[in-house]
């Protein structure tokens, strides 16, 4: 069991965390233009 979490934690580390800082930059640099449109322009 033990292990299994150690793997877990190894995988996050090496796959989810990298990435986090260029998803971030990503949601707090995207406009907001299309959610400020009105509903009729779809």
Known sequence: F?????AAAGFFAQTVLPRLAAER??????TLDVMELAE???
């Open 40 to 42: 009729e322009a779809f």
């Open 2 to 6: 033990y292990e299994g979490k150690i």
């Open 25 to 30: 930059r990503i949601a707090e640099t995207t």
